[in-house]
């Protein structure tokens, strides 16, 4: 199985995160305005809100219970919604969030205004390309059809990893939300079939591949790290807009208590449960 990695970041880009659709709803349970962790006393647990959305978070399990014993408890504070945990982060609701990449964050402080930073790298749900026809993108033919997610942040994702795996190009003015109009080089005459993104599982038995992510394989019983034939992913030190990261109010960026929440998270323990609960399906990304 190939792998790629992105190079190369505009910061800018309007885009979705692969972990989920977004919804509507508010925060449960309602999050009340927390103290700075670090003004509460040595002999009181201190408490860390941390926004998360959906209910899928065991990644956080090993960092949660390595906390406990250091008097540090980790409230997760749900939302059904994207566009909530940075206005509760910003309004002082919760203390950090968890559930963006880099691009979302940036263009959510582009449009809002929020002072907020990325203290860490997380996870990142990877794109994959998938096929019940092939075993290897060698064997695609001329003339083969590939389903693509239909948004623009998706779909322009995924053709920059078919891009990365030699399979088309597309133009550098593009950046990283090309559109098929966009592709300059396309040596096999690949046909690109454009649909909603839950939706391209359901095509594999009519295209020769199709660009699924992490949550949607796993969702159709696929596994990423065995079952893909082209993988995402990412390095140490890589700049790919689509790495999750940990959020902080930028006054608190450098806060000790989110520093050891830092250290707690990103350890074997966490990888462990990333390979074991999501095979693939989501990734460290500080490693």
Not at 181 to 188: G, Q, R, V
Not at 205 to 229: E, F, Q, W
Request: glycine share 6%; net charge negative.
């Amino acid at each position: 199985m190939k792998k790629v990695v992105f190079k190369g970041i505009a910061a800018s880009l309007v885009l979705s995160l692969s972990l989920a659709g977004c919804g509507s709803g508010s925060p449960a349970p309602s999050a009340a305005p927390s103290s700075s962790p670090e003004s509460q006393s040595e002999t009181t647990p201190v408490v860390v809100k941390l926004g998360v959305v959906g209910e899928s978070n065991e990644w956080w399990g090993p960092a949660i219970a390595a906390l406990k014993e250091e008097g540090i408890e980790i409230e997760l504070v749900k939302f059904s919604d994207y566009t909530l945990p940075n206005q509760a982060l910003a309004d002082g609701e919760i203390d950090l969030n968890a559930f963006q990449h880099h691009a979302f964050l940036q263009n959510q402080i582009k449009d809002k205004g929020y002072d907020l930073t990325p203290i860490c790298d997380t996870i990142i749900a990877p794109l994959g390309l998938y096929s019940d026809k092939i075993k290897s993108i060698d064997e695609l033919q001329d003339g083969d059809s590939i389903a693509i997610p239909s948004d623009a942040t998706n779909g322009g994702r995924s053709l920059k990893v078919l891009e990365t795996s030699g399979l088309i190009q597309v133009d550098p003015a593009a950046e990283y939300l090309p559109e098929v109009k966009d592709i300059t080089a396309n040596p096999k005459n690949i046909k690109f079939i454009e649909v909603e993104a839950a939706q391209t599982p359901s095509l594999l038995p009519d295209v020769a591949a199709a660009i699924i992510n992490g949550a949607h394989a796993r969702d159709h019983g696929l596994t990423p790290s065995k079952d893909a034939i082209y993988l995402e992913t990412v390095q140490e030190g890589s700049d790919n807009p689509y790495i999750n990261v940990l959020v902080a109010r930028t006054a608190d960026k450098d806060n000790a208590i989110y520093q050891k929440v830092i250290k707690a998270f990103q350890t074997d323990e966490t990888v462990r449960v990333l390979e074991e609960e999501y095979q693939g399906a989501y990734l460290p990304a500080w490693k």
